[in-house]
């Protein structure tokens, strides 16, 4: 079974450009049907990762958090890093220790 390419109908091309000229930014490719399971799997991921962070299940939480990496690169969401405010964090306190953070 040959995988169908997507490709955005000139309507939806004139959307965007109408969007983009009153300043809407995209941070995200458009969500097209078939990445739909692929945006609640990664939904799921995080929260599952929030979860085990929560219960100081640390092991749980870098699995889930490498899921919710993985399927971000492998479907191209372009999603930020829910936990990049944690790792700054992290960081600022390594810092003020006078650790090194590599």
Avoid at 12 to 38: C, H, N, Q, R, S
Avoid at 82 to 93: E, N
Wanted: aromatic share 10%.
């Amino acid at each position: 079974m040959r995988r169908q390419r997507w490709t955005m109908e000139p309507t939806d091309v004139a959307k965007l450009a109408d969007a983009m000229a009153i300043g809407y930014e995209p941070t995200a490719p458009p969500v097209v049907a078939g990445m739909a399971p692929l945006l609640a799997e990664l939904d799921e991921a995080e929260r599952k990762a929030w979860q085990s962070l929560a219960r100081y299940k640390f092991v749980m939480f870098g699995y889930w958090a490498g899921v919710w990496v993985h399927l971000n690169r492998v479907g191209k969401c372009r999603r930020s890093n829910p936990w990049r405010g944690l790792v700054h964090a992290a960081r600022h306190a390594v810092e003020a220790e006078g650790g090194s953070n590599g």
